[in-house]
């Protein structure tokens, strides 16, 4: 049976779009997304023209050309005889292992701060105060030439090292800070080596695995199994037993003092460390902030009853109020990874080459193109921050809570 109301079957009518609640949402959607693609596309042919016109086209073909020009921290092999891509591809791998490093380092700071401040002991609750608000209001680029004028100022040149009474030594004969930067030993890979790297990641897959039977467990029959002794043998034993019995394929080479320089091992510059520091005590600040949020939006009952069960502090804090908090912390610490990926463009400050300091520095001025430069380090920015985006969202609801 049907009402007065209701439109007949079939009798769809070119004004429906406009007077039926039903199509008209859809009809101005459809209308407004014409608008834009109309104005893009406006804008777009009228840019290719005036290039045309002023003998600008855009080509992407500089980037096969001979770059030039040198790279001091240099991940892969490179030199200026190398094209303008390959500079560009050490320029994205430099601000990888920046932003790489300078997240993990600041999750640390920034976790351990914000559970800091709220602290019973007065003494670290207000030194972290002091931390969080001298280090967040003052911009991030200040704290880079900081730190590199410091260890610059500070360390001892590699000259220091030399003589029969050196003014300077290595660290455990393996590790020479500078005004430089530090070296460090480098891993020489052997046959069978990629057996012993296979089973050190089969093994941080099991210490994973046990960590998440345990805590399901606990939450499942309230057996406590312990975490700590059981995840180190996890992940040791079996890599060490695959090391001795491949014949111990993984060597040290360390570095050595020769001529002017220390030659071998791995050289980490002072403008990666003052970097790789300045932006996670800097994001670490924030990130403090979004703990302590986090920790204070869960109800203070969850950890009275964690108490009154015979819980210690510590317990109570790892298994019951930071599992509820992350549902608070996460959206916000992606925006701070967000902006370590972007602040790393920074780099330029202390001469450390990332992909700014390289595709858009060097390369453009010596090409001219720097509308294909820019297009480019937008793509990279871009797509780093959506993948980011979507790794941190993946996680974001895998630990949010769910309705039983």
């Known amino acids: 049976m049907t009402s007065l109301t209701d439109p007949p079957a079939g009798s769809f009518r070119l004004s429906m779009l406009l007077n039926d609640t039903r199509y008209r949402s859809y009809t101005f959607q459809f209308i407004a997304l014409i608008c834009i693609i109309s104005l893009f596309s ?16 855009i080509s992407f073909d500089f980037l096969g050309n001979q770059s030039g020009y040198d790279i001091n921290q240099r991940p892969i092999e490179y030199d200026s005889q190398s094209p303008h891509l390959r500079a560009a591809m050490v320029g ?38 002091v931390y969080v608000e001298a280090f967040r209001n003052v911009p991030v680029r200040i704290w880079i030439l900081i730190i590199f004028s410091v260890m610059t100022a500070v360390l001892p040149a590699p000259n220091a090292f030399r003589g029969a ?16 930067g530090i070296y460090a030993p480098k ?38 199994l312990p975490m700590g002794w059981p995840t180190l043998a996890i992940l040791v034993l079996p890599s060490l037993i695959l090391y001795y019995l491949m014949g111990r394929p993984i060597s040290l080479e360390y570095p050595e003092l020769k001529g002017f320089n220390f030659t071998g091992g791995v050289n980490m510059l002072g403008s990666l460390i003052a970097l790789w520091f300045a932006l996670a005590i800097y994001t670490g600040a924030f990130i403090a902030e979004n703990v302590r949020a ?36 996460i959206p916000p610490l992606i925006s701070q990874y967000l902006n370590i990926t972007k602040n790393s463009s920074l ?16 390369t453009l001025n010596q090409t001219g193109r720097a509308i294909e430069c820019v297009l480019l380090l937008m793509l990279f920015y871009l797509t780093i921050s959506l993948s980011i985006s979507a790794v941190m ?3 974001n609801n895998a630990v949010k809570l769910k309705e039983r």
């Open 393 to 395: 969202n993946m996680y």
């Open 92 to 129: 994205i791998l430099n601000t990888l292992i920046v932003s790489f490093l300078a997240c993990l380092t600041a999750t640390v700071i920034g976790v351990f701060a914000g559970v800091a401040r709220l602290s019973p002991n007065w003494l670290l609750r207000k030194l972290m105060a």
């Open 165 to 180: 009474e050196p003014s300077a030594s290595m660290l455990w004969d393996a590790f020479a800070f500078t005004n430089r």
């Open 187 to 224: 891993p020489l890979w052997g046959d069978g080596s990629n057996v012993v790297v296979i089973g050190f990641l089969l093994s941080i897959a099991g210490a994973i695995y046990y960590r998440r039977y345990a805590t399901k467990l606990l939450y499942a029959t309230g057996r406590l």
């Open 347 to 362: 780099a330029i400050a202390v001469g450390y080459m990332d992909i700014t300091g390289t595709l858009g520095g060097i």
């Open 42 to 57: 406006y804008l777009g042919v009228n840019l290719v023209q005036n290039l045309a016109q002023a003998g600008l086209n």
């Open 294 to 329: 986090g920790i204070q939006a869960i109800s203070k009952g969850q950890s009275e009853a964690a108490a009154s069960l015979g819980l210690r502090p510590k317990r109570i804090m790892n298994l019951v109020i930071l599992p509820q908090a992350l549902r608070v912390i």
